[in-house]
């Protein structure tokens, strides 16, 4: 079992800047590669990043590639979530999730989810 806890949303402006964190606890966290979804009101849940268990390899929705990036720290058990120029349709709940299987972007292939944190882009 993998407990994921995310901080660090918030209300940001168009154009700024947020870091989200994931932080986990349980099992040991780098054997898992992470990813962050994303969900807006009246909207699918969405994939936007994901990253392998080593940090080697990145994964990014075309949305959102070139503004936002992902990194871990498995020393700390961390994830972040990096996004910059943001954009009011970046505005949704964001979820960090785990899995044992390696980059995915699909989220029926993750295992672990934590409660979310709301990012709000007011224009």
């Known amino acids: 079992q993998v407990q994921l806890v995310e901080s660090g949303g918030g209300l940001v402006q168009a154009g700024g800047s947020l870091r989200l964190s994931c932080a986990a606890s349980?099992?040991?966290?780098?054997?898992?590669?992470m990813g962050w979804f994303r969900q807006a009101p009246g909207k699918e849940r969405e994939f936007v990043a994901a990253?392998?268990?080593?940090?080697?390899?990145?994964y990014y929705a075309e949305s959102v590639k070139g503004r936002f990036t992902i990194s871990r720290d498995n020393a700390k058990n961390v994830v972040y979530l990096q996004m910059s120029s943001l954009k009011s349709e970046d505005t949704a709940v964001y979820y960090c999730?785990?899995?044992?299987?390696?980059?995915?972007?699909?989220?029926?292939?993750?295992?672990?989810w934590g409660q979310g944190t709301q990012v709000t882009v007011s224009s």
């Open positions: 990253i392998s268990w080593s940090g080697a390899m990145t």
């Open positions: 999730a785990g899995n044992l299987h390696g980059v995915k972007a699909r989220s029926y292939e993750y295992d672990y």
């Open positions: 349980g099992r040991t966290f780098s054997n898992y590669a």
